[in-house]
C-alpha cells in the first residue's frame, strides 16, 4: 500500500493573486492499492462537509482520469484518506486531494513521473498553480501558468519565520469566493498589484520582512471577499497590532494568515487568542512553519 503525505497550502498571499502560496506543516495523508475489483474508500477522520467514498471522490476522480488521459486500464482500487486540512477554509484542500491523487495514480501506474511533469498537470487541473506548487514542492513557490505551461520558482524565506493561521468555524466555498470578484479592474489597482506582488517576492527572499505589510495588501481580490468573512479587517488590524508583520486572507478565505518572526510567537498566541475569544465566530489560532519537502510518499 502506497503512503502519500499532502501539505496545507495558502494561496494568493495577498497581492499574490493566482500566483504566489506557501505550504505549512500541516498534512492530509492518503494510502492506496490495487484490488481485484471495484472501489472501496475508506475515511478516517470525518470531517463537517462529509466526504464522498464513492467515484465523486476528488481522489479518486484524479487518478481515474490520470488512467483514462494515458490509455491505461484502471485497476480496482482501495484508498484511505485522512483529512487534516479543514475543507473549504482556503488552505488548498482541494488541491491536496488532486497532488496526492496523482501522486498515487503515479506510483501505482508505474509511470515514473516527475514531481515537475505531476506540477504541470495539476497547475492545469486547478486552473492556477499558487497552491498545488507549494503542495507539491513545498516551501514558497511563484508560479505563472499559460495555455501551454506552467512556470515556477521555489523561493529560500527566512528560516525564522512562523506563521499565524486564523480559521473559522464558518466555511467559504471557492465559487462563491470566485464569483464576487469583478471581471474587469482599474489599471492603478492592476499596479497598485503588480508592485506589491514583485516586493512580496524580493521581500522575502532578501528577508526585509518590515515590507510585507505594504507587499501583502491587495486591491484585486481581498477587498470584494472581505464582507464574505466577517471580522476581517479588525482580526488582521489586531494582528499587526500584536506583531505580526504582514497579513492576508488564505486563498479563497475564510482562514486569515499573519507572518511572525518566530521570537514574537509567545507573546503573539496569548494576545491573539485572547482577541479571537472575545469576537463573533469560533476562531481557532495555530502557529505553523513552512512545509519544505512537498508531497512526498512515505516509507510506513
Not at 16 to 37: C, K, L, P, Q, T
Not at 40 to 56: C, L, M, R, S, Y
Not at 196 to 219: E, F
Not at 281 to 286: E, H, S
Request: proline share 6%.
Amino acid at each position: 500500500m502506497i503512503h502519500i503525505r499532502v501539505p496545507a497550502t495558502s494561496a494568493n498571499m495577498g497581492s499574490g493573486f493566482d500566483s504566489v502560496g506557501i505550504a505549512f506543516e500541516m498534512y492530509n495523508h492518503i494510502w492506496a492499492e490495487e484490488i481485484d475489483e471495484g472501489l472501496e474508500i475508506i475515511v478516517k477522520k470525518e470531517q463537517e462537509i462529509p466526504v464522498p467514498v464513492d467515484k465523486t471522490n476528488l481522489i479518486y476522480k484524479t487518478i481515474s482520469d490520470f488512467y483514462r488521459r494515458r490509455g491505461i486500464p484502471l485497476p480496482g482500487l482501495r484508498l484511505i484518506q485522512e483529512d487534516n486540512i479543514p475543507l473549504t477554509r482556503g488552505l488548498g484542500s482541494s488541491a491536496a486531494c488532486i497532488v496526492g491523487g496523482l501522486m498515487a495514480a503515479n506510483a501505482l501506474a508505474k509511470t515514473n513521473y516527475t514531481k515537475d511533469d505531476i506540477a504541470q498537470i495539476a497547475a492545469k487541473m486547478e486552473g492556477h498553480p499558487d497552491n498545488s506548487n507549494p503542495a507539491i514542492f513545498g516551501g514558497m513557490v511563484v508560479g505563472a501558468l499559460s495555455s501551454d505551461e506552467m512556470r515556477h520558482v521555489s523561493l529560500n524565506i527566512p528560516k525564522f519565520l512562523s506563521f499565524a493561521v486564523m480559521i473559522p468555524d464558518f466555511p467559504v466555498s471557492t465559487e462563491k469566493s470566485r464569483n464576487v470578484l469583478p471581471y474587469t479592474v482599474y489599471r492603478k489597482d492592476a499596479v497598485y498589484n503588480s508592485s506589491r506582488a514583485a516586493l512580496l517576492v524580493a521581500s522575502m527572499i532578501t528577508g526585509n520582512i518590515d515590507n510585507l505589510k505594504m507587499a501583502m495588501s491587495d486591491k484585486l481580490h481581498q477587498p470584494y471577499r472581505q464582507p464574505l468573512v466577517p471580522g476581517m479587517e479588525y482580526i488582521l488590524a489586531a494582528a499587526e497590532c500584536f506583531g505580526g508583520k504582514g497579513g492576508y486572507l488564505s486563498g479563497a478565505g475564510p482562514t486569515l494568515v499573519a507572518v511572525l518572526d518566530e521570537k514574537d510567537e509567545a507573546d503573539f498566541s496569548q494576545k491573539m487568542t485572547s482577541y479571537l475569544h472575545s469576537i463573533p465566530n469560533n476562531w481557532r489560532l495555530q502557529i505553523l512553519k513552512p512545509d519544505l519537502e512537498g508531497a512526498k510518499i512515505m516509507e510506513d
